[in-house]
């Protein structure tokens, strides 16, 4: 029996450096030791598998638009019991590709008997639909997040899971440093872009909401406490659209978390006013 690990490098550097400065951080402010990180992911393999081996280290990112690997790529590279894996970065930052060949991988070593254990640190719903079918093969996935894992990752996602796990600061501090960034404190001034953020959100929310009848509220809001908090996928699908276009890019772990606890809360208000 195997385990295989399934590294999504960009929830790791967002939810990471977010975790230690109090906002995501740009990657070239970021300094990972690769060696480090790779170690501690199979000791979590073993601890979440002990009784299996491992396989390897699947590490996917996004290869930026100048097509150069960066340092850590190489790292990882070439690293004993890894491989890298790269989709692409478009041209407003966002990774594209990655979650289809961590679905794909996952899907095709399942269904090879490669592996008998995955675990996947990710936050991103649309890895479920791999877990899914990982899991009819008889496959056992144990999703390991960065606290706070329930803000970061997908309700979705943690549902399918076999087990959940969750990294603490002083994990994350052993492989991830962010040296030239203060840390940002709550109640400090520069708050201006969650604020408007936020804003944003409500405006979507309400828009949304307004022109459904009484009756169609209510069954939204029963299907959300039915679901402990999930929003529906009727909702939530074309809710993130519309959040992209007048945000300007895609939604990252922490905002799809804070805007699903808006939009819940909306939601309850216009059928209790």
Same mark, same amino acid.
């Given at each position: 029996?195997?385990?295989?690990?399934?590294?999504?490098?960009?929830?790791?550097?967002?939810?990471?450096?977010?975790?230690?400065?109090?906002?995501?951080?740009?990657?070239?402010?970021?300094?990972? #030791?690769?060696?480090?990180?790779?170690?501690?992911?199979?000791?979590?393999?073993?601890?979440?598998?002990?009784?299996?081996?491992?396989?390897?280290?699947?590490?996917?990112?996004?290869?930026?638009?100048?097509?150069?690997? #960066?340092?850590?790529?190489?790292?990882?590279?070439?690293?004993?019991?890894?491989?890298?894996?790269?989709?692409?970065?478009?041209?407003?930052?966002?990774?594209?590709?990655?979650?289809?060949?961590?679905? #794909?991988?996952?899907?095709?070593?399942?269904?090879?008997?490669?592996?008998?254990?995955?675990?996947?640190?990710?936050?991103?719903?649309?890895?479920?639909?791999?877990?899914?079918?990982?899991? #009819?093969?008889?496959?056992?996935?144990?999703?390991?997040?960065?606290?706070?894992?329930?803000?970061?990752?997908?309700?979705?996602?943690?549902?399918?899971?076999?087990?959940?796990?969750?990294?603490?600061?002083?994990?994350?501090?052993?492989?991830?440093?962010?040296?030239?960034?203060?840390?940002?404190?709550?109640?400090?001034?520069?708050?201006?872009?969650?604020?408007?953020?936020?804003?944003?959100?409500?405006?979507?929310?309400?828009?949304?909401?307004?022109?459904?009848?009484?009756?169609?509220?209510?069954?939204?809001?029963?299907?959300?406490?039915?679901?402990?908090?999930?929003?529906?996928?009727?909702?939530?699908?074309?809710?993130?659209?519309?959040?992209?276009?007048?945000?300007?890019?895609?939604?990252?772990?922490?905002?799809?978390?804070?805007?699903?606890?808006?939009?819940?809360?909306?939601?309850?208000?216009?059928?209790?006013?």
């Amino acid at each position: 029996m195997q385990i295989a690990l399934f590294v999504d490098a960009g929830y790791l550097y967002a939810q990471g450096s977010s975790l230690l400065i109090g906002q995501k951080q740009e990657r070239m402010a970021i300094n990972l #030791t690769v060696d480090n990180v790779l170690g501690k992911l199979a000791e979590k393999a073993k601890e979440v598998a002990p009784s299996v081996r491992l396989l390897r280290i699947y590490w996917y990112d996004g290869l930026p638009r100048h097509g150069r690997l #960066t340092n850590d790529h190489i790292a990882v590279a070439q690293a004993q019991d890894s491989k890298l894996r790269l989709g692409t970065i478009n041209s407003e930052g966002a990774q594209k590709g990655v979650d289809s060949l961590i679905v #794909t991988d996952l899907i095709d070593l399942a269904r090879n008997n490669a592996i008998s254990d995955a675990l996947i640190l990710s936050g991103d719903e649309d890895i479920r639909i791999g877990v899914q079918i990982a899991q #009819t093969f008889g496959v056992r996935v144990h999703l390991l997040g960065i606290k706070p894992a329930r803000g970061s990752q997908s309700l979705e996602l943690m549902q399918e899971a076999d087990t959940r796990h969750e990294w603490p600061e002083e994990v994350v501090r052993e492989f991830m440093t962010v040296p030239n960034v203060q840390p940002v404190s709550e109640g400090e001034p520069g708050v201006s872009d969650d604020t408007n953020f936020e804003t944003v959100v409500l405006e979507a929310a309400r828009e949304f909401i307004r022109p459904h009848d009484e009756s169609k509220r209510e069954d939204f809001v029963r299907i959300l406490n039915e679901a402990h908090g999930q929003i529906p996928p009727e909702i939530d699908r074309p809710m993130l659209a519309i959040l992209r276009n007048r945000l300007g890019g895609d939604l990252d772990y922490e905002q799809r978390a804070r805007y699903r606890e808006i939009f819940a809360d909306q939601l309850r208000e216009a059928i209790s006013s």
